[in-house]
């Protein structure tokens, strides 16, 4: 079963954590991170995320099965998108669900960290004075 997705469009939370539910969890965590108006004092007008998606997917659902192995959790879930998203969007979201809820959150923070530092996404900032970067590292060239 697939647990890690990157979408190209607005996804609906309720139905990912609906697969979460288990007689064996009494806790259920996530985290939702949304597209900001700002970042290092400039206003920011939008953003694109750019993915290598064959790694993504492979390196996401290594993240996740890591997470259930190291933090003995019932089941958990990550969403990230890619392309344009406007202010206000939602940009990831994680789910987990576990016996107890220590173990529900730790997990969740783990995956969103292990996320934002080992799979390949790439964020591209439009900034309101018309600018534009990259708040990570640029993706790399295709030699």
Known sequence: MKRFALSPQPFEIAPLREQLLSAHAG???S???WVRDHHGGRA???LRYESYAALADSEGERI???AIERFAIVDARCVHRVGDLAIGELAV??????AHRDAA????RFIIDETKGRVPIWKHERYADGEEGWLHPTPPEVS
């Open 93 to 98: 979201w994680v789910g987990v669900s576990a």
């Open 44 to 46: 920011v007008a939008g």
């Open 64 to 66: 996740l099965s890591e």
């Open 105 to 108: 959150f730790a997990a969740c």
């Open 27 to 29: 806790a259920y965590a």
């Open 31 to 33: 985290f939702e991170g």
